[in-house]
């Protein structure tokens, strides 16, 4: 009778590893479904079920590559490209402010260029069956004088994670001074300078769906209110907001700087006010400018965490943690 019991007990737990099994394989199946690239000259994009995940564009004739649109895995958009306020605004990108005092960042309305040009010079591509994703660019930045920077930026896009909903888009810059340089940016109200300065880098311009925004940094503080400027030094800070005013899911991207960068942890600006404008950044020049002598090389590494829902300040430390292993 034991015996019995037994083996009806092992092709019990056979039947559930058999059902466990099948399950795990319909859901890579059926992910893989969902999903699917969709590559241009100019764009590589990730589809899933018709709706672009995340879309990343290079056209070599606009300069300063970026992320746009950039989704939730829920489908919620997170970026905002171009608005009106700022034209020179490009979801989430890369962009120096002013390099041997030529602008970088803003743009000619017209032919939508910078007087200083990051002009991309060469696309790599490599796109995986898992959907993850590793994409190398060359840049030159120039004024009216020459190439004064060379630049090989690399970004590993991670696979979606249905686990948690999310998904990592790693930054990796090495840039290499052709001539001397001067990075620098507008002085911020924090040194004396105007109410407005401190940004410059990686950038974030968030949809205008996005409602009622919470910034948390690493060191725990937080608002919701209006901000321009801030300034602390932070390893970390993450946005989440109500993804449009008509519901309560959550949505958010938090930015991670590199403990091995320059400076690290980096000061913050953001530029936030309500209905208007929701922006912020890592800010590597917001307490001076930076030299960079012929021939010398400066290396930067960030990640963006794409997230649906609030992570708690463990869940991002965890986050960071893995990426400064």
């Not at 404008?277 to 800010?283: A, G, H, T």
């Amino acid at each position: 009778m034991k015996r019995t019991q037994n083996l009806r007990s092992f092709i019990l737990i056979l039947s559930l590893i058999n059902f466990l099994m099948v399950s795990i394989i319909s859901n890579a199946k059926a992910q893989k479904k969902a999903y699917k690239w969709k590559q241009t000259g100019s764009t590589l994009a990730l589809i899933k079920e018709d709706l672009i995940l995340w879309q990343f564009n290079f056209d070599k004739e606009k300069d300063k590559p970026y992320f746009h649109p950039l989704r939730t895995i829920k489908g919620y958009e997170l970026t905002l490209e171009r608005p009106a306020d700022h034209t020179w605004h490009r979801g989430l990108w890369f962009s120096w402010k002013y390099i041997n005092k030529v602008n970088y960042w803003e743009e000619n309305a017209s032919s939508g260029l910078s007087k200083g040009r990051s002009k991309i010079d060469q696309v790599q591509i490599k796109t995986s069956k898992d959907f993850s994703s590793e994409i190398v660019l060359h840049l030159t930045y120039s004024d009216s004088t020459g190439s004064v920077l060379k630049e090989v930026r690399t970004l590993l896009i991670s696979a979606p994670n249905l686990k948690n909903n999310s998904y990592t888009v790693v930054w990796k810059h090495r840039f290499s001074a052709i001539s001397d340089v001067v990075l620098d940016l507008e002085k911020p109200a924090l040194h004396g300078g105007v109410s407005y300065g401190g940004y410059a880098g990686l950038a974030f311009r968030g949809a205008s769906t996005l409602k009622q925004p919470l910034f948390l940094a690493s060191s725990g503080w937080s608002t919701t209110k209006d901000t321009t400027g801030f300034g602390s030094h932070e390893r970390w800070m993450d946005m989440t907001a109500k993804a449009s005013a008509g519901t309560d899911n959550l949505v958010g991207l938090t930015i991670f700087d590199h403990q091995s960068n320059p400076r690290s942890p980096s000061p913050w600006y953001i530029w936030y006010s309500s209905g208007h404008n929701l922006f912020f950044m890592p800010s590597l020049l917001f307490d001076g400018p930076m030299t960079l002598t012929k021939g010398k090389e400066l290396e930067l590494n960030y990640k963006c965490w794409i997230h649906d829902g609030r992570k708690s300040k463990k869940e991002i430390e965890r986050e960071n943690s893995s990426f400064n292993r």
